[in-house]
């Protein structure tokens, strides 16, 4: 069971690029990395997936690096919309009791 | 293509009252997962489903709760003779397939209250 860390909360100046970071020490060979944002009273949407080395998106980009035991999210040039709980995922769908969010990191965007 | 859709929204029940959820996946998905979230908590897994199976329910609390996937329909979550504590939001999730590069896709919640 690969458990994540992250910082609770983050502030952030709109225009400004965020990054979150994700530790997951136990990562198992097969597992995957997804990032989801959560808005109040919605479900979690899908922000980005990926395996190794960086995957980027219309919307961010996911660092990952070689040993795979931390990834990061960058969201380019914030705005207040991004305000919001980004929680990171590892394991394989499927596997779902193993896709344990933890209490994610509460970004808060300000002007 | 309409994403994961769940009703009611909102749902009050008195304590000892039976709570249905239903969750419709997306179109072509077969991969339905239950979570339940507390206010300022994240998200915690209860049950896993594909048609007619229950594949993984080791989240779920042993009594009251029961979930069912079938044929054809929605999956319905299922709480019997509710209490206080099982007030939280419930999601819904789908998926088209196992595999890890298949993210899971939420719907909005149904938020139940227990009064």
Not at chain 2, 95 to 102: N, V
């Amino acid at each position: 069971l690969a458990k994540t860390t992250q910082p609770i909360s983050m502030d952030s100046y709109e225009g400004q690029e965020v990054n979150i970071t994700c530790s997951h020490n136990n990562i198992a060979t097969n597992d995957y990395i997804t990032w989801y944002q959560q808005f109040p009273s919605q479900g979690p949407r899908f922000i980005i997936q990926g395996y190794k080395t960086k995957v980027t998106n219309e919307v961010a980009s996911l660092f990952i690096p070689a040993d795979r035991k931390s990834s990061t999210l960058s969201l380019p040039r914030v705005s207040l919309s991004d305000t919001a709980v980004y929680y990171c995922l590892v394991g394989i769908i499927g596997t779902a009791s193993k896709l344990t969010f933890g209490t994610g990191t509460r970004l808060q965007v300000t002007l | 293509n309409a994403g994961v859709m769940q009703n009611p929204r909102h749902l009050v029940r008195r304590r000892g009252q039976e709570a249905r959820l239903r969750c419709s996946p997306m179109k072509g998905h077969s991969h339905v997962y239950w979570y339940r979230q507390l206010p300022e908590e994240g998200l915690k897994f209860m049950v896993y489903l594909q048609k007619e199976n229950i594949i993984d329910e080791s989240g779920m609390p042993k009594e009251r709760f029961s979930a069912e996937f079938p044929k054809e329909g929605p999956s319905i979550l299922r709480i019997q003779q509710v209490v206080r504590g099982d007030s939280a939001a419930y999601f819904c999730a789908s998926s088209p397939q196992q595999g890890g590069d298949s993210p899971l896709h939420f719907g909005n919640g149904t938020r139940l209250t227990v009064t």
